[in-house]
């Protein structure tokens, strides 16, 4: 048969974000960051099933700089 294909509500979620800058030196810097996002949603399948979905990513930076 046909392959089945789903929407997915629209919804705002909540992110909380920290992160740090750290001197190495006079002209070089790194930076560390976080961030974990929360959010709810359904699915809505073209068989007519329903899913709740919870998605959670967490992302995480790295990165070090150089001032000119």
Request: proline share 3%; no cysteine; hydrophobic share 40%.
């Amino acid at each position: 048969g046909p392959a089945a294909t789903f929407k997915m509500e629209n919804k705002m979620g909540a992110t909380l974000q920290a992160g740090v800058s750290v001197a190495i030196n006079e002209k070089w810097f790194a930076d560390v960051g976080m961030t974990k996002t929360f959010l709810k949603t359904k699915a809505t399948f073209s068989t007519g099933q329903t899913q709740n979905i919870k998605l959670d990513p967490l992302g995480v930076s790295l990165s070090v700089g150089y001032k000119f």
